[in-house]
């Protein structure tokens, strides 16, 4: 197995990317960050945890900003905003968190911030609309249709936010190693693929 194992997650709002992430990350023996990258980019770049949280996934004011942080993302941006150095913030952790060792990473654009990363596995975890509406009915004690509501807003954002900020599609199947159904597989089943997937692919590598 390589030493360094990146593993990425996107995900439909629902769908459960971030319990699979968990178990993931413990299954494999590594380490985890999905909120828990906030509070390491709050640390290293000291911006407000809650700032970033309210930034979180959110695209940039400007195009020309995304595309002058992926050629020199070490750079000072002088005048950037708000959510401009957020995003830049964010690129520069996950970028060391690709470089520090294995991790499972969630969301955050991360499987195109890492792409050169030669042990890089991305996932997309997706599934059906009514799998997804129970599983937010249940955890959000919310009524169907304040459900739905809240599935279509979030998958807005994040659609936006990866598509601004990369040169791929969210959610298609061409953008990511893998992409898995878990109203098909279940949580567990997808656990298991996905961990055979990245075991199979380590051996190889």
């Not at 459960?16 to 828990?36: F, S």
Request: glycine share 8%.
């Amino acid at each position: 197995m390589a030493e360094n194992m990146i593993i990425t997650i996107g995900r439909q709002f629902g769908s459960g990317g971030h319990e699979i992430g968990r178990r993931l990350a413990k299954e494999l023996g590594i380490k985890l960050y999905d909120k828990e990258l906030l509070k390491l980019v709050a640390e290293e770049s000291g911006i407000c945890e809650k700032v970033l949280e309210n930034y979180d996934e959110k695209p940039t004011s400007s195009l020309l900003y995304s595309i002058v942080t992926d050629v020199y993302p070490a750079m000072n941006y002088v005048g950037a905003s708000l959510n401009q150095q957020v995003y830049q913030a964010q690129f520069d952790t996950i970028r060391k968190l690709g470089e520090s060792g294995s991790c499972v990473i969630v969301g955050r654009g991360a499987d195109y911030i890492l792409r050169e990363c030669e042990h890089l596995t991305s996932v997309f975890i997706h599934a059906s609309l009514e799998f997804r509406l129970q599983r937010v009915m249940e955890y959000e004690q919310l009524s169907e249709a304040k459900a739905k509501d809240m599935i279509l807003r979030a998958d807005k954002k994040r659609a936006s936010f990866y598509n601004f900020q990369t040169e791929k599609k969210w959610g298609a199947a061409s953008s990511y190693n893998l992409s898995v159904d878990t109203s098909d597989l279940g949580i567990d089943g997808a656990v298991k693929l996905i961990e055979n997937y990245v075991r199979l692919k380590h051996e190889i590598l």
